[in-house]
T-cell receptor, first 112, second 110 residues
């Protein structure tokens, strides 16, 4: 089982460029999440999707947009990248019947 | 004040030692608690849930004190492979997402 798959694993962007981070899960989970992780800050929630067709803002949504394309896929878009968005991004999913997340392996993004 | 607070460490301990981490949470409405483990440059992975009565999984014991709003993780007989960052995680009632602490780094030395 693949679990949660994130692409790309690494990316370098110039300030002002746009890109989409892809996430797909094959566990039939309803809920999906995007977090960013910065040194000393822990994981902070950007956006989440409780079910197909719904999305909600988390703690740090500014500068990001998301799309829940179907039950499997949840993408994160940076429309105009800024150096402050340099971070490690994790996608996660979970079934509504238990609270444990399964994380993807992460995307290391550098904005120069 | 952060919703979940942890001592960042690092905790440097010899193999075979017993080590304990504490975590405090600020919101009394928190209802589910977890410990995750994160290896360097890897994704977090669920280590164990924390139940009100306390629970054990091999060398790992988790405790919850709702009155004082803290959670603990005890690791007995530390192994080199236990070296990692341990994340304290809470789920507040009515919230659909988990809240993570910044983590406590453990380094087990030979």
């Amino acid at each position: 089982n693949a679990g949660v798959t994130q692409t790309p694993k690494f990316q370098v962007l110039k300030t002002g460029q746009s890109m989409t981070l892809q996430c797909a899960q094959d566990m039939n989970h309803n809920s999906m999440y995007w977090y960013r992780q910065d040194p000393g800050m822990g994981l902070r929630l950007i956006y989440y999707s409780a079910s197909e067709g719904t999305t909600d803002k988390g703690e740090v949504p500014n500068g990001y947009n998301v799309s829940r394309l179907n039950k499997r896929e949840f993408s994160l878009r940076l429309e105009s990248a800024a150096p402050s968005q340099t971070s490690v991004y994790f996608c996660a999913s979970r079934s509504t019947r238990d609270y444990g997340y399964t994380f993807g392996s992460g995307t290391r993004l550098t904005v120069v | 004040r952060k919703e979940v607070e942890q001592d960042p460490g690092p905790f440097n301990v010899p193999e075979g030692a017993t080590v304990a981490f504490n975590c405090t949470y600020s919101n009394s409405a928190s209802q589910s608690f977890f410990w995750y483990r994160q290896d360097c440059r890897k994704e977090p992975k669920l280590l164990m849930s924390v139940y009100s009565s306390g629970n054990e999984d091999g060398r790992f014991t988790a405790q919850l004190n709702r009155a004082s709003q803290y959670i603990s993780l005890l690791i007995r007989d530390s192994k080199l492979s236990d070296s990692a960052t341990y994340l304290c995680v809470v789920n507040r009632a009515g919230r659909r997402a988990l809240t993570f602490g910044s983590g406590t780094r453990l380094q087990v030395q030979p």
